[in-house]
């Protein structure tokens, strides 16, 4: 599981580094069958409201039944929103429900 440490500068979660990469954490690559079920899973909601981008109310649902802490949802949207608009990207979206998944 992705380990949280809280920073000592700020009241922000932090992932807790270790050398050995993601996968030494718990968090293995995805697999392309998760992928291509992440990838379809946007394009239904994307399809839905015409856009390329999915805003955190379309993904709720999903992210509700992950039954992680909503301070901890928050912080694997934070990390997987690259521009920081608020959205996610079909490779954005896949990567935050494959952590939210592994934990």
Not at 15 to 32: C, L, N, Q, T, V
Not at 51 to 65: C, F, K, W
């Amino acid at each position: 599981p992705l380990a949280m440490q809280r920073s000592a500068t700020a009241s922000t979660m932090m992932p807790a580094m270790a050398e050995e990469g993601p996968a030494a954490r718990g968090i293995p690559p995805i697999k392309p069958e998760e992928l291509r079920t992440y990838r379809l899973f946007f394009s239904s909601l994307a399809a839905a409201i015409q856009s390329d981008t999915i805003g955190r109310a379309q993904a709720e649902p999903v992210l509700a039944n992950t039954q992680l802490p909503r301070d901890e949802v928050d912080y694997i949207w934070s990390i997987c929103d690259g521009d920081g608009d608020g959205r996610l990207r079909a490779d954005e979206l896949a990567i935050a429900l494959h952590i939210a998944a592994a934990r």
